[in-house]
């Protein structure tokens, strides 16, 4: 039975609403595609991205996204056919008729239990038909039966690029290939221009977003469901602009609990947004002057009942069509377990465009010709400030412009990523002897004991249990492997024919290993890592290597580390993941190497000392702001990644200022119980250009800890 109405508008949808009741027929087609998942290979779930959506969340996304116009859907990364089954559940629940369901899998036995499970689900009266290919071949694309839908509906896959091989390459031509055959004008170039120029370290997800929103037809729409870190992770800008030129959000939805997602540490987002018309894509975001209003509603773990994620906030027969037409509303009432708020788009665009400036594909798209006077004048427009500060700040008041680390002269990156950790770091075990410590390996090479000449360690930071004696000026106890000036003994042939490589460099010829340690590097070419290859061929570590060359370049081999950057030795780090309130660590002098466990921060410009650095970044303004920026996970941590931190906001201090933090923070770090409110009031009377009210950066610092403390009540329960 069909009931018809005249636009779907939110009023009607609850008229139209037709339970589906799982007969056992369906039930068995799920609880087959349930133990089929289970029993996916970890190995094989982590190359192809394999972690499906579940029925639930993908009813709530059919729901958000379904209107009466959506005939045709399309799930290019189909999975098992969770979003197909929700979409045909979603359109019988609502009396709509769908006339084609289409999926594309790339793995072909995950495709054939796809198929097994839609042809039990899915009515007669809708053609539906699952490829198995990759949905980045236009061949398979148009076996799917269509170049455009009304609704394409995809959960893409997460695989980082280190272990995808020529995938990457193979992606991204077939995504240019599928762009320039179904698109053109305006709309070709947009998609082209970010297919092209998005970065080659980014994940898959990045050019299947690109993928599914090129298949969206004008008027139709996007439903996707992606980690709340899309808008914060690397390489993801460009998926970020995309959204916003070319397609209007219509609401965004995020998990408080979280708990979405059993195998997943970060929350999860779901994003639904209508595909623009030609004439709407053509002018760039910087001349747009009217934005959309857009939703954004967080739903919290009392939200939930047994078979729906928001079962209990919205008692019902249909608690996802109940939420569906609130989100839609343009003025939702209170429910308990889920809060609705503005999703202000302006406020996104104004937070993308000083981060994508230096793109080619932002001056291509956008034109920008901005003097550095007007374009530094953009920055720092109140929408970028979190709403926890903007909230305390004095009403009226007249505040300073705010500019980001890099205009301030600071540099933000991340530690030393060695490849294999359990290979290059151990444990120095006492001082140095005869110019040789003695270490201890990991667990790894089962805590071997042996002598390593002091020049090949360097002190390192590898933990956050270490900070501790940071703090109190002294070295923790790792050590990293720094071999660039050491090589195995059969090695010395390869070295002695680049003897003018060496001289025309400048760098010294290598030494031959002391015996204990080219023991100990031998064994770890043979040693397999948990990936089952050997430590020597990992995908981090083999990139060491470098072919020697005549004209100078000198060789590598896969056990010397590369270059020291400033950001393997910088001024500041901060933790990646926060139990609790971000905080700044001064390095020691000399500095320590710092691992990828950490943000790691570095002046460009003369002014900043350590002390004056850390005491900006520690002040209740900036922890504040972190807070705001970071992603929750699962267990109630704080994720904080160097591109959180480009994105943070802070007065232009003037020299005076930068000398002022300095000397307070050094009497902090004296014990001066004054010092701290000083450093908070020299950074607040920065950004309002007078003295701030006492009680102030007390507000701040006590709202900033009440949020922390939620997101550590709201963690997922451990395991029993």
């Not at 729901?63 to 979409?87: E, F, Q, S, V």
């Not at 939200?303 to 249909?318: D, P």
């Not at 390996?441 to 390192?460: G, I, K, Y």
Request: a neutral charge; glycine letters at 6%.
């Amino acid at each position: 039975m069909r009931i018809h109405s005249i636009d779907g508008s939110p009023s009607n949808l609850l008229h139209r609403t037709l339970p589906v009741h799982e007969n056992k027929k369906i039930s068995a087609a799920r609880a087959t595609a349930l133990t089929y998942e289970g029993a996916l290979q970890p190995v094989q779930r982590k190359r192809l991205g394999q972690f499906f959506t579940g029925l639930p969340l993908g009813k709530l996304l059919a729901h958000l996204a379904l209107r009466d116009d959506a005939k045709t859907i399309l799930d290019p990364m189909a999975g098992h056919g969770d979003l197909l089954d929700a979409m045909w559940e979603a359109a019988e629940e609502r009396g709509l008729q769908l006339e084609a369901l289409k999926g594309i899998e790339i793995d072909s036995a995950t495709a054939q239990a796809c198929r097994d499970r839609l042809n039990l689900c899915v009515g007669r009266d809708v053609s539906w038909e699952v490829v198995a290919g990759d949905a980045f071949d236009p061949r398979f694309v148009v076996a799917a039966g269509s170049r455009s839908y009304d609704l394409v509906i995809t959960n893409p896959p997460y695989v980082r690029y280190q272990g995808r091989g020529e995938t990457s390459d193979n992606a991204r031509r077939g995504l240019i290939s599928i762009i320039d055959s179904f698109l053109e004008g305006i709309e070709r170039r947009v998609w082209r221009e970010l297919a092209e120029e998005y970065s080659g370290l980014a994940d898959i997800s990045v050019p299947a977003w690109l993928l599914a929103a090129a298949l969206v037809r004008p008027g139709g729409r996007l439903a996707v469901v992606a980690p709340a870190t899309w808008r914060s992770r690397d390489y993801g800008d460009v998926v970020r602009y995309l959204l916003l030129r070319c397609f209007t959000i219509e609401c965004v939805v995020e998990d408080r609990q979280p708990g979405w997602f059993s195998d997943a540490l970060v929350r999860t987002h779901l994003i639904v947004g209508r595909r623009l018309s030609a004439a709407d894509i053509g002018p760039p975001l910087s001349a747009k002057c009217e934005w959309p209003k857009a939703a954004l509603i967080e739903v919290d773990r009392s939200a939930a009942a047994a078979n729906s994620l928001v079962g209990s906030a919205f008692r019902g027969t249909s608690p996802e069509i109940q939420f569906a037409t609130w989100v839609r509303d343009g003025k939702p009432r209170a429910v308990e377990g889920a809060r609705a708020r503005e999703f202000d788009l302006r406020a996104e665009w104004l937070s993308l465009e000083p981060q994508v400036r230096r793109r080619r594909w932002y001056r291509r798209l956008e034109g920008s010709s901005d003097l550095p006077l007007l374009a530094s004048a953009r920055v720092g427009c109140a929408e970028e400030v979190p709403e926890v500060l903007r909230e305390l700040l004095p009403a009226g008041a007249t505040r300073a412009p705010l500019i980001t680390l890099e205009n301030s002269g600071i540099e933000v990156g991340q530690g030393l990523r060695t490849g294999c950790n359990s290979f290059f770091y151990v444990t120095a075990l006492g001082p140095a002897e005869n110019d040789t410590v003695l270490v201890e390996a990991s667990c790894l090479f089962d805590r071997r004991r042996f002598a390593v000449p002091r020049e090949a360690l360097r002190p390192v930071l590898r933990r956050q249990a270490e900070i501790q004696s940071v703090d109190h000026g002294q070295k923790p106890d790792g050590r990293a492997l720094d071999l660039r000036k050491w090589i195995l003994p059969e090695d010395s042939e390869t070295v002695f024919q680049y003897g003018e490589a060496y001289a025309a460099s400048g760098e010294p010829v290598p030494s031959v290993m002391p015996r204990d340690l080219a023991t100990y590097v031998r064994s770890a070419a043979r040693l397999k890592a948990g990936s089952g290859q050997p430590i020597c061929e990992l995908s981090a570590v083999r990139t060491n290597i470098r072919r020697g060359r005549a004209n100078g370049v000198t060789p590598r081999f896969w056990y010397m580390l590369p270059d020291f950057a400033p950001r393997h030795l910088p001024m500041a780090l901060i933790p990646r993941i926060n139990h609790r309130i971000a905080a700044a660590t001064r390095n020691l002098d000399p500095p320590l190497l710092i691992d990828a466990n950490f943000s790691t921060l570095w002046p460009t410009k003369q002014g900043w000392t350590p002390y004056a650095l850390c005491a900006l970044l520690n002040s209740a303004w900036c922890r504040a702001f972190m807070e705001d920026l970071g992603t929750p996970l699962g267990g109630g941590a704080l994720k904080l990644e160097a591109t959180h931190l480009r994105r943070m906001l802070v007065p232009d201090l003037s020299a005076n200022a930068r000398e002022a933090l300095d000397s307070a923070a050094r009497r902090l770090w004296s014990n001066d119980p004054q010092a701290d409110a000083e450093i908070d009031e020299i950074v607040l009377s920065a950004i309002l250009r007078e003295a701030p009210q006492p009680q102030l950066a007390k507000d701040i610092s006590d709202r900033t800890e009440l949020l922390s403390s939620a997101r550590q009540r709201t963690a997922r329960p451990a395991s029993r």
